[in-house]
């Protein structure tokens, strides 16, 4: 089985191959065009971060990829085929994602949990299933291993029994990620997975993500946390107003003087990152704590001890079985 650990992976060769192909993308929702004409690509093995304001049409512009959405103009391509609009055919295809808002199953365990996110891999029929035929029992062995393999990876094995509603916040975010990989992505999106989380998550969140690409996952990001971003990726997209403002590496776009003045504001001093690596060094060394994306934290971040509720959004806290 793999652990990831604080070590960050070394970056695979490059390979410029597309797996995203997103062609003048644009949603209209009546009168107000949330995204308009966007472009993007995402190559196997790149870390892709979309960024920009709030309401700029981020969210709006992932819903579009993953089928939820159909744009109203613009096409979507997974590995040079164009995506159905069906969310579910494109988790089969090759594209996972997670939610802004945690969406879990609260009352199935954390094993429950990634085991759902392996139906798309699955082939066994309900008559199979029903008959518990030696096949069907083959595959959900086969499936078990594998949902415990993700929750090896990302650190939660240990409470693969735990119910997903009493995990702390940090975990449940993993434990959608676990589960957005279960379906064994080329592509995984993943929507603000830091938010709500302290330096010490974010940071392990940076190389859960890192370990993601290195087993061969692209991936793109949307975050608010700009050092996590600029940490992070090897290109960075700006939204504004639902159009790309800029497109480049870190650098670039950190000094773009449209990006600082639409969004960015006062640029950066210093190494992004110096800060919090102090603060997550003086936290470990009081704690005694072990780090690493597989180490869970423990802590509830958002403060709500339920587990169950997102700390920026506490309103569009919800569940899977909540809707
Ligand atoms: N289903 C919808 N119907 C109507 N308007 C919508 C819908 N979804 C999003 N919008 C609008 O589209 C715009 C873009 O919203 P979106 O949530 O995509 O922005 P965002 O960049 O993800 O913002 P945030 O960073 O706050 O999550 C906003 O003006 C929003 O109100």
């Known amino acids: 089985m793999t652990t990831t650990t604080a070590t960050t992976p070394p970056a695979p060769a490059t390979d410029d191959t597309p797996v995203l192909t997103a062609t003048g993308v644009t949603m209209r929702f009546g009168g107000l065009t949330a995204v308009r004409a966007v472009d993007l690509t995402v190559s196997a093995h790149e870390i892709v971060g979309l960024i920009g304001p709030n309401g700029a049409g981020k969210t709006t512009f992932f819903n579009c990829l993953t089928g939820l959405y159909i744009p109203t103009e613009g096409t979507v391509t997974y590995r040079d085929t164009v995506l159905p609009p069906k969310p579910h055919l494109v988790t089969k295809a090759g594209v996972a994602r997670t939610f802004q808002n945690i969406r879990l199953f609260a009352n ?30 083959r595959a959900e062995t086969a499936s078990t291993r594998r949902a415990m393999e993700l929750l090896d990876f990302t650190g939660l094995a240990p409470k693969a029994d735990h119910l997903a509603r009493n ?36 940071r392990a969140t940076e190389a859960l993500v890192r370990a993601i690409r290195a087993q061969g996952t692209a991936v793109l990001v949307i975050e608010h946390d700009m050092r996590f971003i600029f940490n992070l990726c090897d290109r960075v997209a700006v939204l504004v107003q639902g159009e790309k403002l800029v497109e480049g590496t870190s650098d670039v776009v950190q000094a773009d003087e449209r990006v600082i003045a639409a969004y960015l504001g006062t640029p950066f001093e210093g190494a992004p990152g110096e800060e919090e690596l102090a603060e997550v060094e003086a936290a470990e060394a009081g704690a005694g704590a072990t780090t690493g994306a597989g180490a869970g934290t423990g802590t509830d971040t958002a403060g709500t001890g339920t587990g169950t509720e997102t700390a920026g959004d506490p309103g569009a806290a919800r569940t899977e079985e909540d809707r």
């Open 167 to 202: 995990l702390p916040y940090g975990e449940q975010r993993k434990l959608e990620i676990a589960r957005a990989l279960a379906s064994d992505p080329g592509l995984l999106l993943l929507d603000e997975p830091t938010a709500g989380m302290n330096p010490q998550e974010t």
């Open 108 to 137: 199935m365990t954390v094993l429950e949990n990634v085991l759902v996110g392996r139906h798309t891999r699955t082939h066994e029929g309900l008559f199979s299933a029903l008959l518990r035929t030696p096949r069907f029992h």
